[in-house]
T-cell receptor, first 114, second 114 residues
Framework: DTAVSQTPKYLVTQMGNDKSIKCEQNLGHDTMYWYKQDSKKFLKIMFSYNNKELIINETVPNRFSPKSPDKAHLNLHINSLELGDSAVYFCASSLRQQGGGELFFGEGSRLTVL | SQQGEEDPQALSIQEGENATMNCSYKTSINNLQWYRQNSGRGLVHLILIRSNEREKHSGRLRVTLDTSKKSSSLLITASRAADTASYFC??????????????FGQGTTLQVKP
């Protein structure tokens, strides 16, 4: 069983569309994250949730809206997609919020905006 | 904001040689972690070293931490073609409010030639 799974793996869409990426973890972790990796492989945190509560929101445009229906799921909805949103989006989880522990990453969702 | 910088950006070696990657950061940390990313895949945690530790080993991996110089190094001994990947350091900043936020460096791309 995959520990952190995200869907879809690839997403190609037109500018202005709205899209969602889903993430689920079966590790029983309390904390989940969304990271964005650009074409130069730079990885930047976007959001984190701890037990469904938003903890980190890193000055991400409000076109990006995370939703955590329960602590095992963290979805990312993006409105009015722009060319600059093209990137690989990674979901990750950690056992708990405190302590800066090990992150477990999903395989990534590559978003291409045309 | 704090960001790790890695050196070199790219490294190409022959199988059997050792590979050394360096990471520098800007502010005090609680811990520093190293991750590996194979092409097209998610990041995988390799090792975590706490701010009060100076050296840590895991199999063929050796990590050092020098908090006075705000730097860390990752040594992979007796490299194999399967070690070909990008390697990232990530820091958990002290005083970050226990948010679990990790700041990633830009990575070193390692190629091990058979």
């Amino acid at each position: 069983d995959t520990a952190v799974s995200q869907t879809p793996k690839y997403l190609v869409t037109q500018m202005g569309n709205d899209k969602s990426i889903k993430c689920e973890q079966n590790l029983g972790h309390d904390t989940m994250y969304w990271y964005k990796q650009d074409s130069k492989k730079f990885l930047k945190i976007m959001f984190s949730y701890n037990n469904k509560e938003l903890i980190i929101n890193e000055t991400v445009p409000n076109r990006f809206s995370p939703k955590s229906p329960d602590k095992a799921h963290l979805n990312l909805h993006i409105n009015s997609l722009e060319l600059g949103d093209s990137a690989v989006y990674f979901c990750a989880s950690s056992l708990r919020q405190q302590g800066g522990g090990e992150l477990f990453f999903g395989e990534g969702s590559r978003l291409t905006v045309l | 904001s704090q960001q790790g910088e890695e050196d070199p950006q790219a490294l190409s070696i022959q199988e059997g040689e050792n590979a050394t990657m360096n990471c520098s950061y800007k502010t005090s940390i609680n811990n520093l972690q190293w991750y590996r990313q194979n092409s097209g895949r998610g990041l995988v945690h390799l090792i975590l070293i706490r701010s009060n530790e100076r050296e840590k080993h895991s199999g063929r991996l050796r990590v050092t931490l020098d908090t006075s110089k705000k730097s860390s190094s990752l040594l992979i001994t007796a490299s194999r073609a399967a070690d070909t990947a990008s390697y990232f350091c990530a820091t958990d900043a002290a005083g970050s409010g226990n948010t679990g936020k990790l700041i990633f460096g830009q990575g070193t791309t390692l190629q091990v030639k058979p």
